[in-house]
């Protein structure tokens, strides 16, 4: 019986027995040998695989709905409170970007959660303004993303993008958050938006989303001496490790240690700190890094190439220069 079909049977009630005649003590027997089969049968890194994702599932689950509830009814009461300036900002970025801004996180029929006062949504446009700035316009309208602003209690979870309803979503959770980690969340999501959206060819052309990304997946991978056998999703119980043991530094190939999750957090780890320059660095110094590490010093070649691509070619070297110098401005894109 192969791992499907257990699964299946379990969930119907119909292991080792016939849902006509019900269950005897032969069946239980069988059950339990079947499992124990299942158990043992060469699949443990698959079944830890999928124990991984579900716990995964479940965490997000509960910062998404669960966390909030305290919340909510407050948040329902609130009313989404613009003044004039504020709407002028949105206005201006959106034209600009041709994104969508939105403050809180909209249930239909019952308001929005997650709400920000005034001076945070003034906060967070400010950062935003300044973060966006740093791209071409053009850039980052071929991504067209919706940009939600909101407020969590939860300290883990920064910023998530998805895509709904064919379009892509970038959430930032920002309260009690430093303008250092507002802005690496905001560059770290808008870096799988950008990957996900790149279109890049690896070999011959790919129309499919999903199997382009495992394209592009490997040419990543390939970066690494040891392949893919450096990522894990159990990134947390190793970082733990290290911990305890009061080992000092990160990964080599890696910006920090949530990089070796998985490819794509891997290379939005380096753009979030490559983009940011370790502003109020309280955290490894990418610079730094790189010196010491021929590994990281290639993927960061890597990603300023697939950069330079996605932006015909605005985002060279001397842009990198000119940013790490801070003479990257609003009307920066005017003239380069």
Known sequence: MDRRGFFGRLLRGQLGADSERGTTLDDINRTGIEAKQFLTRGSRRKFFNLLGNAIEAGFLAYLLFVEPVPTLLADIATRDEYDENILKKIDCL??????????????????????????EKYEALRILQEELRKYPPDYVRRCNPEIVIMNCKTLSLKGLASRVHGRHRIVLYIKNRSKKVIS?????????????????????????????????????????????????????????????????????????????????????????????????????????????????????????????????????????????????????????
């Open 94 to 119: 959106e034209k600009l970007y041709d994104c969508d801004f939105e403050f809180g996180f909209a249930v239909p029929g019952y308001g929005r959660f997650g709400q920000l006062s005034l001076n």
């Open 184 to 336: 690496s969340a905001f560059h770290h999501e808008l870096e799988h938006v950008s990957d996900s959206t790149d279109g890049r060819e690896v070999g011959a052309k790919c129309d499919d989303e999903m199997l382009c990304g495992r394209v592009k997946e490997k040419e990543w991978v390939a970066l690494n001496p040891q392949g893919k056998t450096v990522y894990n999703k159990f990134w947390e119980f190793f970082k733990a490790v290290d911990v305890v043991f009061r080992i000092k530094g990160e990964p080599s190939g890696f910006v920090r240690r949530y990089g070796t999750k998985s490819p794509g957090e891997d290379q939005a780890t380096v753009t979030e700190s490559l983009m940011t320059l370790d502003e109020e660095d309280d955290g490894p110094n990418i610079r730094e890094q790189m010196r010491e590490d021929p590994v990281l010093a290639t993927k960061v070649r890597k990603l300023k190439e697939y950069m330079f691509r996605r932006s015909n070619g605005r985002m060279n070297e001397q842009y990198w220069k000119d940013l790490e110098a801070g003479r990257v401005d609003e009307a920066y894109w005017e003239t380069h």
